[in-house]
């Protein structure tokens, strides 16, 4: 990439208004001039309901600096399951004498290709992304998205043991080959090779997880349900190294306290978003409630005060 555009994941509970709250940090990002890319990683994908049109892996135009695309998963697991099927052919060149083809099918059902699927569709929207200054993601369930963060760093342990293994049984083995150019000798093994590739790639992921220019808003309500599921996201991130940058508090109404909610989610991280007088559906309708609320955009866009990843 030529550029590294500005992340932005939404992330929360089912309800508390995900996909509302990043279509209008879109919006705002858009009407500041900034090119942005709207992206629903949520297989519900509200994204066409709140602005009244269809969407698809092609990014679709809905003002000037914003576009907005959808996350086709089925497109997505598809191409990794081919991806696969391709690199096992590849990698193991007698596979036909053990007659592997005939078992591919058993892939689909393979636990994790789901967010494999998503974290592939990421590393395709900021490949393609260099022309843009921010990248916003409205994420799937919880449940989901925390695998889907999570998957870079479970992967890097599944693949250093391997890799290690393998080196293992090419020593006792003595199966690798050696290549000769002049005086140079190498050695060369396919599946070293691929491991060592997989190994950079969900390195360079982890990473991109954990830097400065992506950020991760969590939305939550006002409610106990809420609150709850919030600290347990909190929590889960922390344990695998990934901050909040923002708690956004949707939904709050004029004079009803927020509780426990500064003492617990660090007030410095607050961005408190107020109940919209009317459905927020449509382009009008979410450019009005932009123009009433400026300060809850600005509080959600500054840095805190405490940026360090993991704190």
Request: hydrophobic share 40%; glycine share 4%.
């Amino acid at each position: 990439m030529n550029t590294r555009p500005e992340i932005h994941f939404f992330i929360g509970k089912g309800g508390v208004g995900k996909s509302t709250t990043s279509a209008l940090t879109a919006l705002f990002l858009a009407d500041s001039g900034k090119n942005t890319l709207l992206v629903s990683m949520d297989p519900a994908h509200n994204q066409r309901d709140l602005f009244e049109a269809d969407f698809s892996e092609k990014p679709k135009q809905v003002v000037q600096h914003l576009a907005v695309k959808e996350i086709d998963t089925a497109h997505w697991t598809a191409k990794c399951l081919k991806e696969t099927r391709e690199n096992i052919r590849k990698t193991y060149l007698y596979e036909s004498a053990f007659n592997l083809q005939d078992h591919f099918k058993v892939l689909q059902y393979s636990p994790g290709l789901e967010e494999y699927a998503l974290l592939t569709a990421f590393e395709d929207v900021l490949g393609r992304a260099s022309d843009k200054d921010a990248v916003i993601f409205d994420m799937a369930p919880t449940a989901l998205t925390l695998r889907f963060f999570s998957l870079p760093n479970v992967t890097l342990v599944w693949l250093n043991h391997l890799l290690t293994l393998r080196r293992q049984i090419c020593q006792k083995k003595e199966i690798i080959s050696k290549i000769r150019i002049g005086t140079c000798e190498m050695e060369r093994d396919r599946i070293k090779e691929k491991l060592k590739i997989l190994i950079g790639r969900h390195t360079c992921l982890r990473d991109r997880f954990l830097s400065e220019d992506s950020r991760i808003h969590l939305v939550m309500n006002v409610d106990r349900l809420s609150f709850s599921e919030a600290v347990r996201i909190k929590q889960r991130l922390a344990d695998i190294r990934i901050d909040i940058d923002r708690v956004v508090v949707n939904k709050t109404q004029p004079g009803k306290p927020l509780g426990k909610l500064p003492e617990t989610l660090e007030p410095h991280r607050l961005a408190v978003f107020p109940l919209a007088s009317g459905t927020l559906v449509g382009l009008q309708a979410m450019q009005e409630y932009l123009e009433a609320q400026p300060e809850s955009f600005a509080d959600l866009l500054k840095r805190p005060l405490s940026t360090g990843q993991g704190s």
